[in-house]
Nanobody, 125 residues
Framework: QVQLVESGGGLVQPGGSLRLSCEAS????????MDWYRQTPGKERELVAS???????NYADSVKGRFTISRDVAKNTVYLQMNSMKPEDTAVYHC???????????????????WGQGTQVTVSS
C-alpha cells in the first residue's frame, strides 16, 4: 500500500507565496515521476507541474516563472514553491506519483499511480 500526504495549503494574499509538500510512503521501490494537479469546482483537473526521476521538470503555461517543483529523493517528497500567487491559483492541489512498488514490477515496467487527498489553496485579499 502506498500513501501520499500533502501539506502546506492555506490562505494567502495575492502576490504572496506558499510551499506545498507531498510525502510518499509505503511499498515503494522507485518513483518515476511526481506531479502536482489542481482542481476547482466545475473544471477539469489541471496538471500544474511535474518532475521525473531524472530531474526534468514541466510546468503549465499559467504557472511558468512563478511556481517551482522540486524533490527530496531520499524522503520520497516533492515540493511546490508557489510565488507571485494570483486569485486564479485558488484550487485544491493534489499530488500524484507514478511508481514501482517492487523490483519485480520494475523489471516488468509495471508502474502504478497514486493520489493524495488534496490540500486547499486560497488566494484572496
Amino acid at each position: 500500500q502506498v500513501q501520499l500526504v500533502e501539506s502546506g495549503g492555506g490562505l494567502v494574499q495575492p502576490g504572496g507565496s506558499l510551499r506545498l509538500s507531498c510525502e510518499a510512503s509505503g511499498s515503494i521501490f522507485s518513483i518515476n515521476a511526481m506531479d502536482w494537479y489542481r482542481q476547482t469546482p466545475g473544471k477539469e483537473r489541471e496538471l500544474v507541474a511535474s518532475i521525473r526521476s531524472g530531474g526534468s521538470t514541466n510546468y503549465a503555461d499559467s504557472v511558468k516563472g512563478r511556481f517551482t517543483i522540486s524533490r527530496d529523493v531520499a524522503k520520497n517528497t516533492v515540493y511546490l514553491q508557489m510565488n507571485s500567487m494570483k486569485p486564479e491559483d485558488t484550487a485544491v492541489y493534489h499530488c500524484n506519483a507514478d511508481l514501482f512498488t517492487s523490483s519485480s514490477n520494475a523489471r516488468k515496467r509495471l508502474s502504478f499511480r497514486y493520489w493524495g487527498q488534496g490540500t486547499q489553496v486560497t488566494v484572496s485579499s
